[in-house]
């Protein structure tokens, strides 16, 4: 346990070949660009443009910038490593990457959940979504998810590290992730493992049960409409936000949710890409490709960059 303290962890990383080691660096660079420049200008649109100033595009903006910060705690470190020897991590620095990554990936989820209820609303009940949707309430659900977020997250990274580890301080894994890291512990971890099993349903399974909620009344209510162009605009509307769920509650639910007799670190980690590399880089993709409104903003700023740029070069000839 001293030992581990003092020396930390070493991180084994996605795939033991030299050989491969820059080309993964290489492409998971151009991902994390990506998902830097993607989900960034996702959050100056909805900032900038006055027609994405409404609640389903705030809750865009609050999803953009936590999948900004959760790709963050991860990728820049497995980067590094892809081009070092040395790929250890402090025992600190451990406990600080899994709190922040739970912290954020467990705010994403109730995160979601909100946008389906947002959804609801703006569907089901159009001429009072902005007084139900209102600024405040907005704001007191991402403030919620957030506080929800953190609270998981304190919890369990609390309890991991107060487990004794010995011998090996290898982790088969990009980063410090809890199930790993059960593995390292000389003690019975059965009680630990019931315990993240129960966390993961009231982080999961319960906003994931809330959007299942969500699109049954929205279903329903667009079956109902007697116009198809109300029908298709509602489901395109909504089409978006399926996707990212599907994308990130199933990886999810694969490494937490899975009978432990299934699991495997070398899976596990590689589902693990999946929410903290490729979802936030299919994100902005998602909702930029299938969305008018934002296609809409972001030609309207391009138009606006190239006039500004136009009339630079007018006033400096001039002079």
Not at 1 to 28: C, D, K, S, W, Y
Not at 139 to 145: A, G, K, M, Q
Request: hydrophobic share 50%; glycine share 4%.
């Amino acid at each position: 346990m001293n030992a581990t303290r003092e020396n930390g962890f070493v991180l084994l990383g996605l795939m033991n070949h030299p050989v491969l080691q820059v080309f993964l660096f290489i492409f998971f660079l151009l991902i994390y660009i990506i998902i830097v420049l993607g989900n960034m200008l996702i959050f100056i649109m909805v900032i900038a443009d006055p027609s994405l100033h409404t609640p389903m595009y705030f809750f865009l903006k609050v999803l953009s910038f936590l999948d900004i910060c959760c790709s963050s705690v991860t990728l820049p470190l497995m980067l590094v490593n892809f081009l070092t020897e040395n790929k250890r991590i402090s025992y600190t620095g451990c406990a600080t990457q899994m709190f922040f990554l739970l912290f954020l990936a467990s705010s994403e989820c109730f995160l979601l959940a909100v946008m389906a209820y947002d959804r609801y609303v703006a569907i089901c009940k159009p001429l009072r979504y902005m007084i139900i949707m209102n600024q405040k309430v907005c704001l007191s659900l991402t403030v919620l998810s957030w506080f929800m977020g953190n609270l998981v997250s304190l919890l369990q990274t609390a309890w991991v590290f107060t487990l004794p580890f010995c011998g090996s301080n290898k982790i088969n894994y990009f980063f410090c992730d809890i199930p790993p890291l059960l593995k390292l512990s000389c003690i019975d971890t059965s009680l630990y493992e019931m315990q993240l099993f129960t966390a993961a349903i009231l982080v999961i399974f319960t906003p994931f049960s809330l959007i299942i909620v969500s699109y049954s009344l929205i279903i329903s209510n667009v079956l109902k409409m007697t116009s198809s162009e109300g029908r298709q605009k509602a489901f395109s509307t909504c089409s978006s936000h399926v996707l990212v769920v599907t994308l990130y509650y199933g990886s999810g639910s694969l490494i937490y949710l899975r009978p432990k007799s299934l699991n495997t670190q070398d899976s596990d980690k590689y589902l693990a890409l999946v929410y903290t590399a490729i979802t936030p880089m299919l994100n902005p993709v998602i909702y930029a490709l299938r969305n008018k409104e934002v296609n809409g903003a972001i030609k309207r700023t391009f138009i606006k960059v190239i006039a500004l740029h136009s009339s630079l070069n007018y006033l400096s000839i001039d002079i």
